[in-house]
C-alpha cells in the first residue's frame, strides 16, 4: 500500500497554558489537494510547522510518507514549502534566488519553471529586498511548484497575490495533481479552498471540527428549500431535520433542511406539490454554522 504524504496522530502542540493544537489526526493521501481552513489563530501555521519540523509537539506524531516529521533530513526530501511570510535573501536578485533554491530542493524542471514565471509575471532581476509582498510570494510559489517533490505544503499561498495571480495559482495546483503531486495548504479563503481543494479540514481553536470533501460539507449542512403546493398547508414542524418553516404567501413556503432529506419527503408525500427548490449551502453558510457571524467576515475575506 503506498504510504500517506501527511499522516499525524493525535498531534498536540500547546504553548505554555494555550492549546495552539489539539489532538489532531488526520491521512492525506498521494495525489491529493487537501485544504486546511479555519480563522485567525486556529492552528493551522501550528500544524504546518510541526508538519515541518520547524516546532516539536507536545505529544502525538506526525509522518511524511512514512518518515517521521522530526527526522528532517530525510523528510525534506520529498517536500518543498512555501511559508506564510515568505523571508528571502535581500541581496540576492530574483534569478540568483531561484538558482540557490533549485540547487538546495528536490531538484527541478526548469522547462516548467521558465513557464512558472511568465504565467506569474515575475521580473527576475530585482534584488529581493525590492520586491513586494506578492513578489516575494510569486517567487516562492514558483520555486516549490517548479520541483518535482512529490508534497507541496503552502501556508497561506495567495494571502498576497492579487485576483489574477489567485486564478494561475489556482491552475498551477491543477497542474500539479494531474502531475500526481500532493498538495497541503492552508487558507482563510473559502472560494479559493472551494475552486481547488479535494478535500477540506475545517480547524476551529485547535481542534479539527471536520474533514469532508466541499459537496460533502454542503449535504452536513443546511439547504433552503421552497415549496409550492395546492391545498392546505403541509405540517412539517415537528419533521426531522425541517427547521424555519416560514410560509412566503398563498401557497409558498420555505424550510431549512439538514441531514437526510427522507422525513422531510416522507412528509410531503401526500401534498399536492406544484414545484420544489433546494439552494445548497454556500460554503460561507457553512462557516456561519461552525463559527458565528463574528469570524466569518475574517475568514472570508
Ligand atoms: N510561538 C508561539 N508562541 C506562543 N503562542 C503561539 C506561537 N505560535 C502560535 N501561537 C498561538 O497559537 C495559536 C494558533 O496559531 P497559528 O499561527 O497556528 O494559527 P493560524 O490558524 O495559522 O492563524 P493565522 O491565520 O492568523 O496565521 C494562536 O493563538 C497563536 O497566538
Not at 492552528?43 to 511524511?64: D, E, M, N
Not at 421552497?226 to 416560514?246: C, F, I, N, Q, S
Request: proline share 7%.
Amino acid at each position: 500500500m503506498t504510504a500517506p504524504a501527511v499522516r499525524t496522530d493525535a498531534l498536540t502542540k500547546h504553548y505554555g497554558r494555550l492549546p495552539a493544537l489539539e489532538d489532531l489526526t488526520i491521512e492525506v493521501p498521494p495525489g491529493e489537494v487537501f485544504g486546511f481552513l479555519g480563522p485567525n489563530g486556529a492552528g493551522k501555521s501550528t500544524a504546518i510547522r510541526l508538519l515541518l519540523g520547524l516546532a516539536s509537539p507536545t505529544s502525538g506524531r506526525a509522518w511524511l510518507f512514512d518518515v517521521p516529521a522530526a527526522d528532517v533530513a530525510v523528510a525534506h526530501r520529498r517536500v518543498a514549502y512555501v511559508p506564510a511570510d515568505v523571508a528571502l535573501w535581500p541581496r540576492l536578485t530574483g534569478q540568483e534566488i531561484l538558482h540557490l533554491l533549485a540547487r538546495t530542493g528536490p531538484g527541478i524542471d526548469t522547462a516548467y519553471r521558465d513557464e512558472l514565471l511568465a504565467r506569474f509575471d515575475v521580473d527576475l532581476s530585482k534584488r529581493a529586498d525590492a520586491y513586494s509582498t506578492g513578489n516575494r510570494q510569486k517567487i516562492a510559489l514558483v520555486a516549490a511548484f517548479a520541483t518535482r517533490a512529490p508534497l507541496l505544503i503552502l501556508d497561506e499561498p495567495t494571502s498576497g497575490l492579487d485576483p489574477l495571480m489567485e486564478q494561475q495559482f489556482r491552475r498551477t495546483v491543477d497542474e500539479a495533481r494531474d502531475r500526481g503531486q500532493t498538495v497541503f495548504l492552508s487558507s482563510h479563503q473559502l472560494a479559493e479552498v472551494e475552486a481547488v481543494c479535494d478535500r477540506v479540514g475545517i480547524l476551529r481553536a485547535g481542534r479539527l471540527s471536520e474533514v469532508a470533501t466541499v459537496p460533502d460539507l454542503r449535504r452536513l449542512h443546511r439547504s433552503e428549500v421552497t415549496l409550492t403546493y395546492t391545498g392546505p398547508a403541509p405540517r412539517l414542524d415537528a419533521v426531522p431535520g425541517v427547521d424555519g418553516v416560514e410560509s412566503l404567501g398563498e401557497g409558498r413556503l420555505r424550510f431549512a433542511l439538514t441531514g437526510p432529506p427522507g422525513p422531510a419527503l416522507h412528509a410531503l408525500a401526500d401534498v399536492d406539490t406544484v414545484a420544489v427548490s433546494i439552494r445548497e449551502p454556500s460554503l460561507e453558510e457553512i462557516f456561519l454554522d461552525y463559527y458565528g457571524r463574528d469570524s466569518v467576515s475574517e475568514v472570508a475575506r
